[in-house]
């Protein structure tokens, strides 16, 4: 049998309980891949991977001069969250981004939050991501983050944590919708046997959202902005462009003329309403933001500033994507909602404060470190797999500007059943559940699951090296009265 | 009622260079399967056939500057392989495959694969140490191509967007065989002393050929002449790479963008376009021969590129317009 060697080496485990012990929500899956047989899994494997090849989704990495494609690696096991599981998970997010969305708005106007000392106001205006430019502005429904890509992962015991955010241009939904593309040829029999929550209405939710939040009263023209065909998640962009049934533009597409964003066509300008931005703030508009940059379209900020068009996600919002305001959200739950946190945070220590910092210094091998401001797991110590010449450099860094870093405790990820090679092996997996904000709030059932493809490894992104699992959200828990409907 | 989206400039302009760019890697791909196959039916003695096939391609100054000598080897090198060289059937994919990524969204995803996968073969094949059988690769190209011809032409709405790759693939065409008949006709009929050898026939048999003409213009005109020849590559309103054929095309095209009707005209484009199509619908052969065909060609060329320059100012440039100056020109 495919798994009669798999050993959970005492992690928790997505399809074990314990060794030799399925979770019931597995069981299915488990039967079916023990009934394909190894050499038959490894055949659908390769022809997968053609497959993902041939359709050219692929991704470019930075820093590669060839401009090298990779397919971003893909593991045909799923990863399944019980219906119970997704519904807590559901709340949490749905708590959490209302939260969020209230404290951006907030810091943006009254600052109430500030003033009540929930959190102190150095770190609000000492943050990279704060944009002096959107003080007072009031998109849409007061929603600015729209579309968010909040990164989960579970310790030992099998709690799910809010690792980050990921507020501004989050990216990998279309792999979540491609990934069941593949399994469903793979194991249509499972997909009939188990009910799985489809994954196929996000573009329909996502194109609801944008023309909801259009500023014409007469048309609701959207359009996708890509930095271009070079950008690492071009093919996302592209993706998400097609499904919608939109136009997908570069910043050389759009103009702005008397204060109105207009796209170049064959036939003259047309006016855009909408713009669902795959580009970074700094990016956006050479007169708001960065000067030097080519990719923006200059007055953009001006239109959306004058209510003439909308951008999502809001500019701005990155705000709350700081790691050190990301340690606050749980108070800034308890302020604006009234709650307690239903999904809690990592424990974070805070570099800038004194204690913290000695704390952190003094314990860098079990810790880690990452920037406030930075993403892709760039910037980043992981204590217990660096060097002594690692740590001596993060500590000088840490030393010389503690406002940008925080610490965190090396959580014993998760780890899910994955083939490598021509076996089954346990590998750390995250979870990135894709929330749409507009009038409402929609979770979509699914989620993008990195997994660490070295063996040990802990960094899931794409860029160093991780791969993804198709999400398998059951709609009825097997044995639950729910199933006997 | 169904709402037609406007057309981006920049989507136009990449359409319309993807029909250019795999119609140019599909000619360079038939120009040396032919040349090849030309090369086995000649005496052993016959040197220098590498070198007219170089100067087809209009660029034989780069050529020699990089490889000297019109080999088989360097001449395959050089229009099959070299990533450097903007006109070689790999930099002709390549870029045809990054216009096609560029613009995935408006074209089939059955054409993205397809020119997804003439990528993947072409590069597998340039990175082989040793070239496998020439006419076999020729062959895999020039069916690649005609695949993704099909494919477009199935399974892609005849839109907007459609055309104007459409016009793309057809100037280029055109063009291509005009250059072809030109630098052809210039090589075999000066030389007074060929005429009338076993070559002759053999040759021109060649170029028909390499326009993939020879079969259908046995059909039409039987002997082998070379006034025929000339009359059915340039005049020919059926044939599909007479030049006549693909002006008149283009022309139809053109009009479908614009909805102007045809016989009138509303931009540069039409109006130089139209002009042309007119000029070879009453034309001639004799009076071509007499006044020089290489004249004749040398003219046909420039019309042709005033018109490329003109579709490029008419759609494509509005991003060079006051507006947008200097906007991310490389973003």
């Known amino acids: 049998?495919?798994?009669?060697?798999?050993?959970?080496?005492?992690?928790?485990?997505?399809?074990?309980?314990?060794?030799?012990?399925?979770?019931?929500?597995?069981?299915?899956?488990?039967?079916?891949?023990?009934?394909?047989?190894?050499?038959?899994?490894?055949?659908?494997?390769?022809?997968?991977?053609?497959?993902?090849?041939?359709?050219?989704?692929?991704?470019?990495?930075?820093?590669?001069?060839?401009?090298?494609?990779?397919?971003?690696?893909?593991?045909?096991?799923?990863?399944?969250?019980?219906?119970?599981?997704?519904?807590?998970?559901e709340r949490g997010l749905k708590q959490r981004i209302h939260a969020l969305n209230c404290f951006i708005d907030d810091i943006y106007h009254d600052r109430k939050i500030l003033k009540s000392g929930t959190i102190p106001e150095e770190v609000v205006t000492s943050a990279v991501s704060y944009r002096e430019q959107c003080q007072g502005l009031n998109p849409p429904f007061g929603v600015w983050a729209h579309i968010t890509g909040t990164d989960l992962v579970r310790d030992r015991d099998?709690?799910?944590?809010?690792?980050?955010?990921?507020?501004?241009?989050?990216?990998?939904?279309?792999y979540v919708m491609e990934n069941r593309e593949v399994l469903k040829r793979i194991f249509p029999r499972v997909f009939e046997g188990l009910t799985v929550r489809g994954t196929s209405e996000y573009p329909s939710r996502l194109l609801e959202v944008l023309e909801s939040l259009s500023p014409n009263a007469t048309q609701a023209r959207v359009v996708v902005l890509t930095p271009g065909i070079y950008n690492s998640a071009y093919f996302e962009h592209s993706f998400l462009a097609r499904q919608m049934g939109v136009q997908l533009v570069e910043g050389r597409d759009l103009v702005v003329d008397d204060g109105y964003v207009y796209m170049r066509t064959t036939k003259g300008l047309q006016r855009v309403d909408v713009v669902y931005r795959r580009v970074d703030d700094?990016?956006?508009?050479?007169e708001a933001f960065r000067p030097d940059s080519l990719l923006g379209v200059p007055g953009l900020m001006a239109a959306y500033r004058a209510g003439r068009v909308t951008l999502v996600n809001a500019p701005g919002n990155g705000i709350a994507d700081d790691k050190v305001i990301y340690a606050y959200v749980p108070d800034m739950i308890r302020y604006y909602e009234g709650e307690d946190p239903i999904l809690p945070n990592v424990p974070t220590y805070l570099c800038w404060r004194d204690k913290d910092r000695k704390y952190v210094l003094e314990n860098l091998e079990k810790l880690v470190v990452?920037?406030?401001?930075?993403?892709?797991?760039?910037?980043?110590?992981?204590?217990?797999?660096?060097?002594?010449?690692?740590?001596?450099?993060?500590?000088?860094?840490?030393?010389a500007n503690p406002r940008n870093y925080i610490a965190q405790p090396t959580l014993a990820l998760s780890r899910a059943p994955t083939i490598v090679e021509d076996r089954v092996e346990g590998r750390h997996v995250d979870l990135r559940p894709f929330v749409l904000c507009g009038k409402e709030i929609y979770v979509l059932p699914g989620g993008l699951t990195r997994v660490a493809m070295r063996k040990g490894s802990l960094v899931v992104n794409s860029s160093q090296g991780g791969g993804s699992k198709d999400t398998w959200v059951l709609a009825h828990d097997p044995g639950s009265k729910e199933e006997e409907r | 009622m169904p709402s037609v989206q406007p057309l981006l400039s920049r989507v136009a302009d990449a359409v319309y260079w993807m029909g250019r760019y795999i119609e140019r890697a599909e000619n360079v791909?038939?120009?040396?399967?032919?040349?090849?196959n030309l090369l086995i039916d000649l005496p052993q003695d016959y040197t220098g056939q590498w070198q007219p096939i170089i100067d087809a391609s209009g660029d034989s100054a780069l050529f020699r500057e990089r490889y000297g000598e019109a080999t088989l080897r360097n001449a395959l090198q050089f229009l099959a392989f070299d990533p450097e060289y903007p006109n070689s059937v790999f930099s002709c994919i390549r870029s045809a495959r990054e216009d096609a990524r560029s613009v995935r969204e408006v074209i089939s995803s059955e054409m993205w694969t397809q020119?997804?996968?003439?990528?993947?073969?072409?590069?597998?094949e340039s990175r082989r140490p040793k070239h496998g059988s020439l006419p076999a690769f020729c062959r895999a190209v020039r069916m690649a191509c005609h695949l993704f011809g099909g494919i477009k032409d199935v399974t892609m709405s005849h839109n907007e967007a459609w055309h104007f790759n459409r016009v793309g693939t057809l100037l280029e065409r055109?063009?291509?065989?005009?250059?072809?008949?030109?630098?052809?006709?210039?090589?075999?009929?000066?030389?007074?002393?060929?005429?009338?050898?076993?070559?002759?026939?053999?040759?021109?048999?060649?170029?028909?050929?390499?326009?993939?003409?020879?079969?259908?213009?046995?059909?039409?005109?039987?002997?082998?002449?070379?006034?025929?020849?000339?009359?059915?590559?340039?005049?020919d309103g059926d044939f599909p790479r007479a030049i006549r054929y693909c002006i008149g095309r283009a022309d139809r095209s053109l009009h479908a963008i614009t909805g102007t009707p045809g016989g009138t005209f509303s931009c540069a484009s039409e109006q130089r376009l139209g002009q042309l199509r007119g000029e070879l619908d009453f034309a001639r052969v004799e009076p071509i021969l007499t006044g020089g065909l290489h004249e004749f060609c040398d003219a046909l060329q420039t019309k042709m590129n005033t018109i490329d320059d003109c579709v490029s100012a008419d759609f494509f440039a509005l991003r060079h317009s006051r507006l947008g100056a200097g906007i991310g020109a490389n973003a």
């Open chain 1, 1 to 89: 049998m495919f798994f009669s060697n798999y050993s959970t080496d005492g992690y928790f485990d997505e399809m074990f309980e314990r060794d030799g012990v399925v979770r019931p929500q597995a069981q299915m899956v488990l039967e079916t891949i023990n009934a394909l047989g190894g050499e038959q899994l490894m055949r659908h494997k390769n022809a997968s991977e053609r497959l993902l090849l041939q359709l050219g989704i692929t991704f470019n990495v930075y820093g590669d001069q060839q401009g090298a494609e990779r397919i971003f690696p893909f593991d045909l096991i799923p990863r399944i969250v019980s219906a119970k599981e997704w519904s807590y998970i």
């Open chain 1, 158 to 174: 099998g709690q799910y944590y809010v690792l980050e955010d990921n507020l501004r241009v989050p990216s990998g939904v279309s």
């Open chain 1, 282 to 286: 700094d990016f956006l508009d050479p």
């Open chain 1, 370 to 399: 990452k920037a406030a401001n930075e993403s892709g797991g760039y910037g980043m110590l992981v204590g217990p797999h660096s060097t002594a010449a690692e740590r001596e450099d993060f500590a000088g860094r840490i030393s």
């Open chain 2, 29 to 36: 791909a038939r120009f040396l399967d032919v040349n090849h």
């Open chain 2, 115 to 124: 020119v997804n996968d003439m990528y993947l073969f072409i590069t597998e």
């Open chain 2, 174 to 235: 055109a063009e291509k065989t005009s250059r072809i008949l030109d630098v052809k006709y210039f090589m075999l009929l000066p030389s007074v002393a060929d005429v009338g050898t076993p070559y002759d026939d053999v040759q021109w048999s060649a170029v028909l050929k390499s326009v993939s003409a020879f079969e259908m213009y046995r059909k039409l005109y039987g002997r082998i002449a070379p006034e025929r020849i000339v009359q059915f590559l340039l005049l």
